[in-house]
């Protein structure tokens, strides 16, 4: 089984200084982790992803996350906010089951993050 | 490269009434195609699955039904909408034979009055 914990509901920051959104992970098998984004009214983009490959993944946007295996967290960080950074952050899990099904797949309840001025 | 389609962009509906949302996927054969529903200040919530033309799975019991007539075609139906089918309605697609990496489409508003 797999489940997802984002630990922020709401994150604010000042426009300039960093950004940290806080993900938490449990999973059976080798997990493949994702980080993306909702604009209000708009569909998921995909920020990054990790697949067991460098720990530390870079996305578009100027965002980065860093896989720990040791303390199961994949946590989403950018050096300096942006205003266009304001929106619904989802960190996912996925768990590579065997067969071709969608349940491989265990979002998390998004972190808000508002950017203040 | 591939691209995603939804429509409409924003619905109303009176209760009672039926539904039919269309998704579709442009650049890619044989995709795994998916329904989600995102409620207001809730999460995503998996509602249908599809790995191939009038294969669907189903995630949650509902008033919701899916059916996937072309190879990159996916609609989500109701014959009679109930007040909490309301929300913003989600299609994503994902390379055949994996679950991994899902792409989304810019979703339907539903609102059902």
């Known amino acids: 089984a797999q489940s997802v914990t984002q630990l922020d509901s709401h994150v604010s920051v000042s426009e300039g200084t960093p950004v940290l959104l806080r993900c938490n992970y449990s999973s059976s098998y080798s997990p493949s982790l994702f980080w993306y984004v909702q604009h209000p009214n708009k569909g998921l983009q995909l920020l990054l992803k990790y697949t067991s490959a460098a720990t530390l993944v870079k996305g578009i946007n100027g965002f980065e996350a860093e896989f720990k295996k040791s303390e199961t967290s994949f946590h989403l960080t950018k050096p300096s906010a942006h205003m266009s950074d304001a929106a619904e952050y989802f960190c996912v899990v996925s768990d590579r089951p065997a067969g071709g099904g969608a349940d491989g797949l265990t979002f998390g309840k998004g972190t808000h993050l508002i950017i203040q001025p | 490269s591939q691209t995603i389609h939804q429509w409409p962009a924003t619905l109303v509906q009176p209760v009672g009434s039926p539904l039919s949302l269309e998704c579709t996927v442009e650049?890619?054969?044989?995709?795994?195609l998916y329904w989600y529903r995102q409620a207001a200040g809730r999460g995503l919530q998996l509602l249908f699955y599809s790995v191939g033309i009038g294969q669907i799975s189903s995630e949650v019991p509902q008033n919701l039904s899916a059916s996937r007539p072309q190879d990159r075609q996916f609609i989500l139906s109701s014959k009679k909408l109930l007040l909490s089918d309301s929300g913003f309605y989600l299609c994503?697609?994902?390379?055949?034979?994996?679950?991994?990496?899902?792409?989304f489409g810019p979703g339907t508003r539903l609102t059902v009055l």
């Open positions: 650049g890619t054969s044989n995709p795994n």
């Open positions: 994503a697609w994902s390379v055949y034979g994996t679950t991994d990496t899902q792409y």
